[in-house]
């Protein structure tokens, strides 16, 4: 069993800045990309940011030179460093990882999302 807990939402005014974090924990063999994804109302699900496990990086242009996604190994954990925070970036914010529990079997895994709300 594997569980994603999110931390980190909240109100913050444009121009501001927050940081997310995302901790994995469970029967955990290896983790593979971890990622942030959003979703405003009325809106598809988006792709934020993601990371893999070689270090490389990708993000969604709308928030390419404002946001940095980075990872602790060590403790399973994936943070989103959100800086010039702007209206639009107002949703609900997912943590997302492909995690193996054996070396065999693996499944995406979703938190249970994190409010961020961006007021102008």
């Known amino acids: 069993q594997v569980q994603l807990v999110e931390s980190g939402g909240g109100l913050v005014q444009a121009g501001g800045s927050l940081r997310l974090s995302c901790a994995a924990s469970g029967s955990i063999f290896s983790i593979d990309a971890m990622g942030w994804y959003r979703q405003a109302p009325g809106k598809q699900r988006e792709l934020v940011a993601v990371t893999f496990s070689g270090g490389s990086t990708n993000y969604a242009d709308s928030v390419k030179g404002r946001f940095t996604i980075s990872r602790d190994n060590a403790k399973n954990t994936v943070y989103l460093q959100m800086n010039s925070l702007k209206p639009e970036d107002t949703a609900v914010y997912y943590c997302?990882?492909?995690?193996?529990?054996?070396?065999?079997?693996?499944?995406?895994?979703w938190g249970q999302g994190t409010q961020v709300t961006v007021s102008s």
């Open positions: 997302n990882a492909r995690i193996w529990t054996t070396r065999i079997m693996y499944g995406d895994y």
